[in-house]
């Protein structure tokens, strides 16, 4: 026992659960993110002994432990404390892992091999998921299942990622296009273009598949901005820029990979409804966002609480006539309302300076925060354990650097 104690390393054991979480993430398997999380701070605590260090706290985890306090004030007006301190326990994570940096030592040779394995387990995930896929087609016969309300191709969207429980496509996509992010930083870069083109190709063909429209408008983006920084001279880069804009309205215009979702957008008129006619990925959202903001408008200051906004915009979409919004008891599916709608506008400004707090340091850590603020648009990236712990994840991790070079 003395012998394995002599042995244990901390920092080492730190290292490795952090890899583990980098596994974590991206998989079906996301569940396991607690018990990673809770090894990490009994490491943190015993091992570590952070708590020796708390004199010098990272700006990054200060920040993240005012936005938890949001969940922990909300405990004073809500109506629903059963639902509060269902949101509170989720939302651990925003203390706990960036406390768990506190003391431990990430240099940039750990920190890359960290993005490595999450470039791949994103890749292997999903290449699991396209596997199942095809032999359910062979065992079956049919490339279509009911999934989620609709039948679906088995290959894109929830009929691809149905392997794993909850495994949500658009969470995927952000995932993926995270992973495009660090392989043109870990592999083009350094003129490994072999490598950097096949894990390209895969992640594109990846996004594709999953069908996540804003995952799809941000791979887009991605791809531009990347392009456009191979031209050294401002006449080419607007060259450049303007060429992509023809071909990204000749993509949509033609959609030569006919994806579904933009057939049906643009068949379908713009509207506020989420009738069976005439929705479509904007229609529904529009009929979300309108009664996530007429939620906000009842308490503009400090919100409804975490705990008690699924049951009040239910109520407002049974008012609005939006009865299959009310039926799903939909969220907002924009992170920004749900905000504003939760926690008022002290709680939204909170938001929007953690989110954006980053920019002013320069290089990868700006392009996560762009990739999430984007996904924020359509998607409840923070309401999910997955995106919780994602943000959480790489929001201290990218800043460690940053911080420690200050």
Known sequence: ???????????????????????????????????????????????????????????????????FALYMFGLLFTSDISGQTKAITKHLAYVLIPFSFIGFSLDAVNLERVKKVFIWSTIAFVLVAFVYAFFDYLNTGKSTIYVHDSVQSKFTYYGLTRVFDDWHPTYISFFCNLSFIFAYNIYFLRKKYLLSFLIGAVLALSISLLNSFIGIITFGFLTSFFFIRLFKKSAAKILASSAILALAFLFYHYNPLNLSKIEKFKKTSISFTDGKESRNILNLRLAKWESSYKLFLTSPLVGVSAGDYRNEVVKIYEKEGYEYAAEHRYSSHNQYLYFLASFGIIGFILFLFVLFY??????????????FSLFCLTEDMLLRQQGMVAFTFFYVILQTKKISDD
């Open 1 to 67: 026992m003395t012998n394995v104690l002599s042995k244990y390393n901390p920092q080492k054991i730190h290292f490795a659960l952090l890899i583990g979480l980098a596994i974590l993430i991206p998989s079906g398997f996301y569940n396991f993110e607690g018990l990673i999380i809770a090894l990490l701070l009994a490491n943190w605590l015993f091992g570590l002994k952070g708590y020796s260090k708390l004199v010098n706290i990272p700006k990054s985890t200060i920040l993240l432990s005012a936005f």
């Open 358 to 371: 980053p920019l002013r340091y320069k290089g990868q850590i700006s392009l996560f925060i762009f990739v």
